[in-house]
């Protein structure tokens, strides 16, 4: 490799690196809010096929309602909590549609994990 090729590498990479790290020092929290609500969107639409496979009940429709709209409330809070909040619920709703069978225990039990994260109106 000639020295010039090298040295234009060299600056170019630098140049790369350093606009990187100003874009994300600030404009960070945009590239958070932007990639917050494309995971929830993932993981609604994951778990929303993977209740295809559930037998139909009113309890199955209810469990999708109530994903929904727990979603819909994470999303005004911090990125990282929110994260936290939304693995530890859809972990446990996977766990209850994992028998392919949605019963009121399954739908009760995710409501107790969903009413855990959510914050009392003086909060």
Same mark, same amino acid.
């Given at each position: 490799?000639?020295?010039?090729?090298?040295?234009?590498?060299?600056?170019?990479?630098?140049?790369?690196?350093?606009?990187?790290?100003?874009?994300?020092?600030?404009?960070?929290?945009?590239?958070?809010?932007?990639?917050?609500?494309?995971?929830?969107?993932? =993981?609604?639409?994951?778990? +929303?096929? &993977?209740?295809?496979? !559930?037998?139909?009940?009113?309890? @199955?429709?209810?469990? %999708?309602?109530?994903?929904?709209?727990?979603?819909?409330?994470?999303?005004?809070?911090?990125?990282?909590?929110?994260?936290?909040?939304?693995?530890?619920?859809?972990?446990?709703? =996977?766990?209850?549609?994992? +028998?392919? &069978?949605?019963?009121? !225990?399954?739908?009760?039990?995710? @409501?107790?994990?969903? %009413?855990?994260?959510?914050?009392?109106?003086?909060?």
């Amino acid at each position: 490799m000639k020295k010039g090729c090298f040295i234009s590498a060299v600056v170019i990479f630098t140049l790369v690196v350093i606009t990187v790290v100003y874009l994300f020092k600030t404009k960070g929290n945009f590239l958070k809010e932007y990639g917050k609500t494309r995971i929830f969107n993932i =993981a609604v639409n994951n778990f +929303d096929d &993977k209740l295809k496979n !559930v037998e139909p009940s009113l309890y @199955k429709d209810s469990l %999708k309602i109530a994903l929904h709209n727990f979603v819909g409330k994470i999303e005004q809070i911090p990125f990282d909590s929110a994260m936290e909040q939304l693995q530890s619920v859809m972990n446990e709703a =996977a766990f209850f549609v994992h +028998d392919g &069978k949605v019963d009121s !225990v399954d739908f009760n039990e995710l @409501k107790k994990v969903i %009413k855990r994260y959510e914050r009392s109106k003086k909060n």
